[in-house]
Nanobody, 116 residues
């Protein structure tokens, strides 16, 4: 079964940290650029961070210096370490492959809520 399962979200105060994890099916994960996305209420889904199979990363300007994306190619997992969280980081966070069709769609996501 092809799937994506995100976890690790929660409620945290501004300035706090959370660590998100994504477990992906091998067919999705292998050789793919993987991305973490977020969708705030009433807004479009946006890319937060991405990582290539070889480990090269890029980040949205809004999270640079605060978020770190990593992956474990042996375990088909991708992680997002989020530090110095701000209320504007609130949203549902999803992971998925980039730069390829995604017939499997999106996982259920994990809710991150940052209180001021």
């Amino acid at each position: 079964q092809v799937q994506l399962v995100e976890s690790g979200g929660g409620l945290v105060q501004a300035g706090g940290s959370l660590r998100l994890s994504c477990a992906a099916s091998q067919s999705i994960f292998e050789n793919s650029v993987m991305g973490w996305y977020r969708q705030a209420p009433g807004k479009q889904r946006e890319l937060v961070a991405a990582i290539t199979w070889a480990g090269s990363t890029n980040y949205a300007d809004s999270v640079k210096g605060r978020f770190t994306i990593s992956r474990d190619n042996a375990k088909n997992t991708v992680t997002l370490q989020m530090n110095s969280l701000k209320p504007e980081d609130t949203g549902v966070y999803y992971c998925n492959a980039r730069f390829r069709p995604i017939p499997w769609g999106w996982g259920q996501g994990t809710q991150v809520t940052v209180s001021s």
